[in-house]
T-cell receptor, first 112, second 112 residues
C-alpha cells in the first residue's frame, strides 16, 4: 500500500492563479481531510469528507473548494491564490472503524 | 478559537533526560486524545493516544498522563534520544477522528 499520496510536493503560484492539490489514498478509508500547517498554529482543518459525494467545511475553509467523486481521491482547489494561503498542506485519511489519521507527505505552497 | 493549548513551544533536552509536553483542552465532549510526531519534511504520524476513561497509558518510552478534572494531558518521553528530535502535536477529537483539533506543536531537540 502506498498509503496517502500528495502531488505536487512543492508549488509556487502568483497571486490570483488557480491550482489543484491532489490527494489519493489506497486504504479504502471513508474519511478524508485537508489541513494547513503554519508556524505556531498547528494543523488547522480546511475541509473534510465522510464519503464519496459528501464534503463539509472545517475551521478555515475560505478560499478553498473540495469535491469527492471517488473513495480514493480528494482534491483541494484554490480558485484565486492569495499570499495568505502560503502554507504546507496535508491530506489525511481515516477508517470509519478507527481513530488514527494517516497523513500524506505534504505540499509546500508559496504564493507570491 | 484555540480549543487545545500546547506548551512549551520548543524544548531542548539532554540525551537520557525526560521530555515533558503539556496540553489543555476546553471542550469536555472530546473523547480521544492523540499525540502525533512529525519529522522535518514528513507528515505527522500517530505516536500514542488515550481515551478519557484511563489516567495513564504507556508505550515503550512514551507515556500519556491524563487529568480529566483539570482538562489537561501530557506526553512524557523517558530516556530521550537524539532520534526523538521532532515536532510533537497534541490533539483532541471525537469518535470518528476526522474533526480532530490540534495544538500548536512543540519542537523538541535532544542534545547528544
Amino acid at each position: 500500500n502506498a498509503g496517502v499520496t500528495q502531488t505536487p510536493k512543492f508549488q509556487v503560484l502568483k497571486t490570483g492563479q488557480s491550482m489543484t492539490l491532489q490527494c489519493a489514498q489506497d486504504m479504502n478509508h471513508e474519511y478524508m481531510s485537508w489541513y494547513r500547517q503554519d508556524p505556531g498554529m498547528g494543523l488547522r482543518l480546511i475541509h473534510y469528507s465522510v464519503g464519496a459525494g459528501i464534503t463539509d467545511q472545517g475551521e478555515v475553509p475560505n478560499g478553498y473548494n473540495v469535491s469527492r467523486s471517488t473513495t480514493e481521491d480528494f482534491p483541494l482547489r484554490l480558485l484565486s491564490a492569495a499570499p495568505s494561503q502560503t502554507s504546507v498542506y496535508f491530506c489525511a485519511s481515516l477508517s470509519g472503524q478507527g481513530y488514527e489519521q494517516y497523513f500524506g507527505p505534504g505540499t509546500r505552497l508559496t504564493v507570491t | 478559537q484555540q480549543q487545545v493549548k500546547q506548551s512549551p513551544q520548543s524544548l531542548i533536552v539532554q540525551k537520557g533526560g525526560i521530555s515533558i509536553i503539556n496540553c489543555a483542552y476546553e471542550n469536555t465532549a472530546f473523547d480521544y486524545f492523540p499525540w502525533y510526531q512529525q519529522f522535518p519534511g514528513k507528515g505527522p504520524a500517530l505516536l500514542i493516544a488515550i481515551r478519557p476513561d484511563v489516567s495513564e497509558k504507556k508505550e515503550g518510552r512514551f507515556t500519556i498522563s491524563f487529568n480529566k478534572s483539570a482538562k489537561q494531558f501530557s506526553l512524557h518521553i523517558m530516556d530521550s534520544q537524539p532520534g526523538d528530535s521532532a515536532t510533537y502535536f497534541c490533539a483532541a477529537g471525537y469518535t470518528g477522528g476526522f474533526k480532530t483539533i490540534f495544538g500548536a506543536g512543540t519542537r523538541l531537540f535532544v542534545k547528544a
